[in-house]
């Protein structure tokens, strides 16, 4: 079975940093798509980050560049890291995986790591 699974959360002071790794179960350079998304308490999941099999990166335009993602293909393996981190980072950050098959696009998701940004 397809599993992603997520490590490198924790807590974290104001103004820290974090890198979170996502570890699939296979080989990612067939992917179309990979990313991190987040859910804080109260919210809905939002996007913070993707990446396409070309390496093209896309993140969501709040991140202000504080966040870059990365892929390392031989370990099957993408990343996220997060610097100048702030209260409001503070989530589950979940991995994410689209696949395009012949007639839809199927989601794949880890199973989230907690991210906590206090003083």
């Known amino acids: 079975q397809l599993q992603l699974v997520e490590s490198g959360g924790g807590l974290v002071q104001p103004g820290g940093s974090l890198r979170l790794s996502c570890e699939a179960s296979?080989?990612?350079?067939?992917?179309?798509?990979m990313g991190w998304y987040r859910q804080a308490p109260g919210k809905q999941r939002e996007l913070v980050a993707t990446?396409?099999?070309?390496?093209?990166?896309n993140y969501a335009d709040s991140l202000k560049g504080r966040f870059t993602i990365s892929r390392d293909n031989a370990k099957n393996t993408i990343y996220l890291q997060m610097s100048s981190l702030k209260p409001e980072d503070t989530a589950v950050y979940y991995c994410?995986?689209?696949?395009?098959?012949?007639?839809?696009?199927?989601?794949?998701w880890g199973q989230g790591t907690q991210v906590t940004v206090s003083s």
């Open positions: 994410n995986a689209k696949i395009q098959t012949l007639v839809a696009v199927v989601d794949y």
């Open positions: 296979t080989n990612i350079f067939s992917w179309n798509v």
């Open positions: 990446i396409t099999t070309a390496d093209n990166t």
